[in-house]
């Protein structure tokens, strides 16, 4: 199941400039996962520094 990003989201990038399938992009008030391109690494909640990602 895909990551989701939750309203923690301080919009640093640091998810999407770690995430291998580049399915993370910046959106209106926080960044979002693009469910179709998520594989569950787990890389976006590790690099995150207010855990906003979450797994699914």
Known sequence: MAY???DECISCGACSSGCPSEA???G???YVIDAGKCVDCGA???ICPVSAPQAG
Request: aromatic letters at 0%; a negative charge; hydrophobic letters at 25%.
């Open 44 to 46: 976006c909640a590790d």
């Open 28 to 30: 209106d008030s926080k």
């Open 24 to 26: 993370i992009t910046e």
């Open 4 to 6: 989701t990003i939750n």
